[in-house]
């Protein structure tokens, strides 16, 4: 089965090609490289021993995308293309809404218009706004606060639109909580430009020394220990949740949405806590103002994902951050371009 990945070549699809690869899927990969470099690509290859097919293009790219669908049979599409930094997103908003809606509008016209209508979508936790219930279950209410969620929050809603339109799309959203880690090898990770917004990729370079400290965005949250709480998530356990999801797509057919969470709270200090044990180095951190748009709480009930997909996360908090922290070490010493 050929299975076309939209921004494969990133955080979330190089591990997720793994999963496929591993799988028996045949992958294409579909990216411009805006946020990634092929060399990650180079290395999934190492790790699984297996090929992929990469393509260099933009979703915006009507033509590019018809080449594609013309040159191979696709029977599903795995979409992780998308600009993802919040506050980007607030100073950049027509950027991101056409990159993310209006290229998921044309790789959806595409797709229609080749017959393949099988797709996995990466939508967020941050369709749940500020949460008033938590765990969070799939059916709270929706809610955007950024231009970014925004855009996931619309191409929800057009995935909706799309199949009541017409019975014949296989749909399945999967609500991210908050990916880190990354694959064991310490070959793929994640790798933001210039210094990180997310607290697991900015304590590494603190440990690494690249930083001075960390500030911790608010002590005064109603939270266990006053500072945020959020559902991290190993992003193996991530990407092999769209390999259930696509063998759901397959024997039942229709639009799905689940979260994707281990349904744990961590605090900023406990992770604080926990990336020292992994790396054996004292994290410094100082307590600042809470950050704008942030919340004090959020994390998922995955109940539906066991039940329906039967997927659940199996890497605790220490495998996090014990493979946030290899890698990190492995990617500072083979940095490659
Ligand atoms: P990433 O930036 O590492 O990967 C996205 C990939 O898409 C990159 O390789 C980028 O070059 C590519 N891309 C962007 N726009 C494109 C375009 N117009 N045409 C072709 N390629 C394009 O991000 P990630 O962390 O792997 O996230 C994957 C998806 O999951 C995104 O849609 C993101 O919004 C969503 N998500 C991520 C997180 C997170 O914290 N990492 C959380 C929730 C949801
Ligand atoms: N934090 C700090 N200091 C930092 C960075 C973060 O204290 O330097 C705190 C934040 O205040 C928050 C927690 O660490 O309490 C996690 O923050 P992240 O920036 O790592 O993650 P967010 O939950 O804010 O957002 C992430 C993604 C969003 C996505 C959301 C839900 O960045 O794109 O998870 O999936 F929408």
């Known amino acids: ?60 790219d009507r033509l590019a995308l018809e080449d594609v669908f013309q040159a191979h049979q696709i029977s599903a599409v795995i979409h992780f293309a998308g600009l993802k930094a919040v506050a980007e997103s607030v100073k950049l908003p027509i950027k991101y809404y056409q990159n993310n809606i209006s290229g998921t509008l044309t790789l959806l016209d595409v797709m229609s218009q080749a017959g393949c209508k099988d797709i996995v979508f990466s939508s967020s936790a ?86 001075d400290k960390l500030s911790i965005f608010g002590g005064d949250y109603p939270t266990k220990d006053g500072t945020g709480v959020r559902d991290y998530i190993h992003v193996v356990d991530l990407a092999k949740g769209h390999i259930k999801a696509l063998t759901r797509l397959e024997q039942e057919p229709g639009c799905i949405i689940h979260n994707l969470g281990t349904g744990i709270g961590y605090s900023v200090l406990e992770i604080v806590a926990a990336m020292k044990k992994a790396s054996g180095i004292d994290i410094p951190y100082q307590i600042v103002d809470r950050r704008r748009g942030d919340i004090a709480a959020c994390f998922s009930d995955p109940t539906l994902a066991r039940e329906e997909l039967n997927w659940v996360a199996e890497k605790n908090v220490e495998q996090m951050c014990e493979d946030s922290w290899k890698w990190q070490i492995s990617n500072n010493k083979t940095k490659h371009l």
């Not at 089965?1 to 591993?22: D, I, R, S």
């Not at 899927?25 to 999934?44: C, F, G, M, P, T």
């Not at 990916?179 to 990180?196: C, D, F, K, R, T």
């Open 1 to 60: 089965m050929k299975v076309l990945v939209c921004g494969g070549a990133g955080y979330v699809g190089t591990h997720t090609c793994v999963e496929l690869l591993e799988n028996g899927y045949q992958v294409i990969v579909l990216d411009n490289l805006s946020n990634s470099r092929y060399s990650s690509l180079e290395r999934v290859q190492e790790i699984t021993g297996k090929k992929l097919t990469f393509i260099q293009a933009d979703m915006l």
């Open 126 to 211: 941050t369709v749940y706004g500020a949460p008033q219930v938590l765990p969070i279950k799939e059916n709270a209410p929706l809610f955007s606060i950024n231009p970014y969620g925004t855009s996931k929050l619309i191409i929800e809603n057009i995935l909706q639109d799309i199949i009541a339109a017409d019975r014949g799309w296989n749909i399945s959203i999967l609500r991210y909580f908050n990916p880190v880690g990354a694959h064991e090898s310490a070959l793929i990770g994640e790798e933001p430009n210039g210094i990180p917004n997310n607290l697991v990729p900015y304590i590494c370079q603190v440990a690494a020394g690249k930083i």
